[in-house]
C-alpha cells in the first residue's frame, strides 16, 4: 500500500474516489444532523488563529475541495482563515467541504459528541485511503493550499466581497 506522506497524481484526481468520500460526507452530515448542534453562523469555524483551531485534512479531502469547490473569494494566507469564507461568514465551498469543517461546530453542548464523531469518522477515513492506496498526508489545510499554489493547483480568489 501507499502510505507515503507524499501526494501522488491519483491523490489529485478525485474521480476514482470521489463517490467514496461524499458517502462517507453524507454520513457524517446525517450524524450531525441528528445529533442537532446550533450553529450561529458566527464564522468562527473558518477564522483559525483568531479561534486558536487549525483544520486538518488527509490528500484525497484537498484534492475533492480544489476539484469541486468555487475559487475561493479571499487571498490564501499562512493559516488564519479559510480563503472560502465570504464576507458575511460564510462558507461557499460547503458542499466539498472536508470532514474537519462538517464536525466543527461552535455549540458547547456539542463539543464531546464533535471529538467522538470526528474519531470515528477520521478512522472510516483512514480506511477509505488504505483500500484505494492513496496517500494519507493528514497535514493543516493551508499547507495543502500552499503545495497547490507552488504547483499551479490553487485558483486564484474570486472578486472579494468584503
Known amino acids: 500500500m501507499n502510505h507515503s506522506d507524499a501526494p501522488n497524481m ?19 452530515d446525517a450524524e450531525v444532523a441528528r445529533l442537532g448542534p446550533v450553529c450561529q453562523l458566527s464564522g468562527r469555524c473558518c477564522r483559525f488563529a483568531e479561534y486558536d483551531h487549525t483544520l486538518f485534512v488527509s490528500a484525497p479531502e484537498v484534492a475533492l475541495l480544489l476539484d469541486e469547490a468555487p475559487p475561493p473569494v479571499r487571498p490564501l494566507d499562512d493559516g488564519a482563515s479559510c480563503p472560502w469564507q465570504d464576507a458575511a461568514g460564510r462558507c461557499v465551498a460547503r458542499g466539498a467541504r472536508p470532514l474537519g469543517c462538517r464536525v466543527y461546530y461552535c455549540d458547547p453542548s456539542y463539543q464531546a459528541d464533535a ?19 492513496l496517500p494519507w498526508n493528514y497535514a493543516p489545510l493551508h499547507r495543502h493550499l500552499h503545495s497547490a499554489v507552488a504547483e499551479g493547483r490553487f485558483p486564484k480568489p474570486g472578486a472579494i466581497n468584503e
Not at 10 to 28: E, G, I, K, N, Q
Not at 115 to 133: P, T
Request: glycine share 0%.
Open 10 to 28: 491519483t491523490s489529485r484526481d478525485p474521480s476514482r474516489f470521489r463517490a467514496a468520500l461524499h458517502a462517507l460526507y453524507d454520513a457524517l
Open 115 to 133: 471529538a467522538e464523531q470526528s474519531e470515528v469518522f477520521i478512522r472510516r477515513l483512514k480506511r477509505l485511503v488504505e483500500e484505494d492506496d
